[in-house]
Nanobody, 116 residues
Framework: QVQLVESGGDLVQPGGSLRLSCAAS????????VGWYRQVAGKQRELVAR???????NYADSVKGRFAISRDNAKNTGFLQMNSLKPEDTAVYYC??????????WGQGTQVTVSS
């Protein structure tokens, strides 16, 4: 059973930075795509960034140039570096793993609040 644990969420001022981490148990991490999603209460969960097994990345237009997704397969950990944060980035951020056979795993989420 794969478990994902996110960390790094916090309260930060506009213009600040945070780095989210997603630690995975099990042995499928290196063969999985890693995605970061976010959700605001009352709205649908949306894709923020994704990195494939071979390192290809894609981003939501709203975060391009500000956020960077990466992965460390040796540590079974994914990261989301968030810079120039805006109040509209406030949300619960979730990590998602998609295995080679399409099985999806979600973390429990970490709260990011951008406010002065």
């Amino acid at each position: 059973q794969v478990q994902l644990v996110e960390s790094g969420g916090d309260l930060v001022q506009p213009g600040g930075s945070l780095r989210l981490s997603c630690a995975a148990s099990g042995n499928i991490f290196s063969l999985s795509a890693v995605g970061w999603y976010r959700q605001v209460a009352g709205k649908q969960r949306e894709l923020v960034a994704r990195i494939t097994m071979d390192g290809s990345t894609n981003y939501a237009d709203s975060v391009k140039g500000r956020f960077a997704i990466s992965r460390d397969n040796a540590k079974n950990t994914g990261f989301l570096q968030m810079n120039s944060l805006k109040p509209e980035d406030t949300a619960v951020y979730y990590c998602r793993l998609t295995s080679l056979i399409g099985t999806i795993y979600w973390g429990q989420g970490t709260q990011v609040t951008v406010s002065s």
